[in-house]
């Protein structure tokens, strides 16, 4: 089945991606958005889906 939150969480961190990617007026909104996703999939993750988990966050911290 895998983890609902971790697989919520990659797809937040694309679509922050794509929103930046094409300079969308919400791109802010998706960046908020998939950090809280990262937050809340890290906490209930195992040892690696963190390590992809804080992948994603260098991902997104190169967004802004």
Do not use: W
């Amino acid at each position: 089945m895998g983890n609902r939150l971790f697989q919520e969480a990659k797809k937040a961190v694309m679509l922050a991606k794509q929103a930046a990617n094409k300079q969308t007026d919400h791109m802010d909104e998706a960046i908020a958005i998939a950090k809280n996703a990262l937050s809340s999939a890290y906490a209930h993750s195992n040892v690696a889906e963190k390590a992809q988990l804080r992948q994603l966050q260098e991902e997104l911290n190169q967004l802004k």
